[in-house]
């Protein structure tokens, strides 16, 4: 659009000045030929019938018109176009448009018909008794103008047109252009979302490339995670061993201190598998194809809980829950919500609530209710520090919040405790979900 712009003002500008010049050649050329149609008679009169073949000098106000008038004081008469109507256009003095070397002055004039006038005038000797006559050609500026502005006009509208052809030209070829980006968009969600594994193949050479190179970066972060995998397993399995015998070694050594090693032993066990399953999910969550069913998860988990709990009532609201996907490992999930199940059923006095519903247009919120006493909001803080029990006497290992607080932090998510319409604690976490 700015080059069509640049020639268009330099189209324009050659017009102009062509038009002018032009204009400017056609008053000299009839000049001459007015010049060449007058004479003078024996008593000095200006005597003629110039024709210079355009009809507007015969035409009344037309803006186009020539004049002859005596020049010397032997020269009388004066001779008129037809457009004049007896009428005449106010000569310039001469101390202001002086004749030039070849006896012409040009200026400009108003016209009879509120025009603007190019006029050119010349003095010319015509006999050899020294006739004088001045001969003046005046031409409308204004219709150059009009002319200049048409053309204009009617350049504005092509190249505008041909603007306009372009720009959807170059609209079409690139939507055409760059569809199989599109393509590459929507085979990289699939696996974002995890309905694929790999990138689709068959695009233009020039995407190939990228297309392989997105499939080789998906091939080497399953490779890191199989590898992240593995390691944890053979650091879990080399601790097995060191701990089983610390633990039988209490056991032998028994009394108290037997008792102290034994207990350290257990804490150490449990720690030792927290991280191990927190290395587990954050190499898991670095892959991009994991995804769960949330409904399937949380009925599963609510029919164990109920069996483990024959005294509480559990209470899952699968109607907000609808087709919920949740983006990481099954594993994941259930130890979030089995461990706020298993907090909610240590302290709950008869009901236990689970619901889940979409938050937002990527996440999802797990809430779970009991009607215990619930918590302040300095035993909320209390609570979410690793391994402290609010309640020595209550069985556990002062993990579970920690452990779901990590998981969800492992996922960019968030676990917020505030008090239960129940009574109780409300434990909500919004996790990632697909779609």
């Known amino acids: 659009m700015l080059a069509l712009f640049v020639v268009g003002v330099l ?10 010049q032009g204009f400017e050649n056609l008053l000299g050329a009839q000049l001459y030929n007015l010049v060449n149609a007058v004479s003078v008679d024996d008593d000095g009169r200006l005597q003629g019938n110039p024709d210079l073949g355009d009809l507007r000098y015969a035409r009344p106000l037309s803006g186009w018109y020539w004049e002859v008038l005596p020049a010397s004081d032997n020269t009388s008469g004066r001779l008129t176009s037809a457009s004049l109507v007896l009428l005449t256009i106010p000569q310039a003095p001469v101390a202001d448009f002086p004749f ?23 003095e010319v000797v015509l006999d050899s008794e020294n006739h004088t006559a001045r001969f003046r050609v005046m031409g409308s500026l204004s219709s150059v103008a009009d002319d200049i502005r048409a053309f204009d006009r009617t350049l504005l509208y092509y190249l505008g047109t041909v603007g306009l052809g372009t720009v959807l030209v170059n609209a079409v070829v690139l939507l055409v252009a760059l569809r199989p980006l599109a393509r590459v968009r929507a085979s990289l969600a699939e696996v974002r979302e995890g309905r694929s594994e790999r990138l689709r193949t068959g695009f233009p050479a020039e995407i190939e490339p990228l297309a392989v190179e997105m499939n080789a970066l998906i091939d080497n972060n399953r490779r890191i995670v199989e590898r992240s995998r593995t390691q944890v397993g053979n650091l879990a399995h080399s601790l097995k061993t060191p701990i089983a015998i610390l633990t039988n070694e209490a056991a032998t050594i028994g009394g108290e201190k037997g008792r102290v090693v034994d207990e350290q032993a257990v804490r150490m066990k449990s720690q030792v598998q927290h991280y191990l399953d927190r290395a587990r999910m954050a190499a898991q969550t670095q892959s991009v194809v994991f995804r769960a069913p949330v409904r399937e998860v949380l009925e599963r988990i609510v029919r164990v809980v109920a069996k483990l709990n024959p005294d509480l009532n559990v209470a899952f609201d699968a109607t907000t829950t609808g087709d919920l996907v949740f983006a990481g490992e099954r594993q994941d999930l259930e130890e979030v919500v089995g461990n706020l199940l298993d907090n909610a059923g240590k302290w709950a006095r008869s009901k236990i609530s689970l619901s889940c519903r979409a938050e937002g247009a990527d996440r999802l919120a797990v809430i779970v209710e009991d009607d215990g006493p619930g918590l302040s909001i300095d035993e909320i803080r209390e609570a979410l520090k690793r391994g402290r029990r ?16 990590d998981i969800t932090a492992e996922y960019r998510g968030m676990l917020e405790l505030t008090r239960s319409e129940l009574g109780g604690l409300a434990a909500k976490v919004v996790l990632p979900r697909i779609g």
């Open 11 to 20: 189209i324009s500008t050659l017009y102009e000045r062509t038009a002018r």
């Open 100 to 122: 030039d070397q070849m006896y012409r002055r040009s200026y400009e004039q108003a016209g009879l018909n509120g025009e603007m006038l190019e006029v050119l005038e010349t």
């Open 390 to 405: 609010l309640d020595e006497a209550t069985p556990g290992s002062g993990l579970g919040l920690s452990i779901v607080r």
